[in-house]
């Protein structure tokens, strides 16, 4: 669902500003979870909707790609990191204190809440406007493809091989899908 996220904040970045943009980028995030929760899943019906998903996504925001971020106002401030880690670690935090009372599920669904995007772009909208920063999550889209297979082989491999070594095979497929993607796109200039 970081994939609807990402697609419903490109396309609101074109004309609004950062505050609409994720506010309703986010809001569209909880209710493509909350319908998720009216289906029992198993792994297949996972991965067909996970198709479905990307097979619309990619393409819809393939139109987001061709904003060029202007280079003069890539400097970094010292706070952009520490903000972008500490807003993650407040909801790892967060959701961590208070899956006991959340229950499994509701931490499930936080546990893939967009928290990295949603920091990415609070930091890249003001400073590099709507349109680039939605580029830059549109590009996202066909990588996240890779994140999806690399949670598949978390979910086979954790019992045969153990959690440590799933989830080392899990960031390999992961770094695998995203660098042949990066070749793939390089070729393809």
């Known amino acids: 669902m970081v994939s609807v996220f990402a697609l419903a904040y490109a396309a609101l970045a074109q004309r609004h500003g950062i505050v609409l943009s994720i506010g309703v980028a986010t809001l569209v995030w909880f209710g ?59 909801v790892v935090a967060t959701v961590t204190t208070a899956s006991h009372w959340l229950g499994s599920l509701v931490s499930g669904m936080f546990a893939v809440f967009p928290i990295v995007m949603g920091s990415f772009v609070v930091i890249m909208h003001p400073r590099v406007g709507g349109k680039a920063a939605g580029a830059v999550l549109s590009h996202a889209q066909p990588m996240l493809l890779g994140l999806g297979l690399g949670f598949v082989g978390v979910h086979y491999l954790a019992e045969p091989v153990g959690v440590w070594w799933s989830y080392a095979a899990g960031l390999a497929i992961t770094m695998a899908w995203s660098g042949g993607d990066m070749v793939g796109a390089a070729d393809a200039y």
């Open 32 to 90: 493509a979870v909350a319908l998720l929760r009216l289906v029992d899943w198993t792994i297949m019906s996972a991965l067909v909707l996970n198709v479905v998903v990307f097979a619309v996504t990619i393409p819809a925001s393939s139109s987001y790609r061709s904003a060029a971020v202007p280079r003069e106002k890539l400097e970094r401030t010292r706070y952009d990191i520490p903000l972008r880690a500490a807003a993650v670690a407040l």
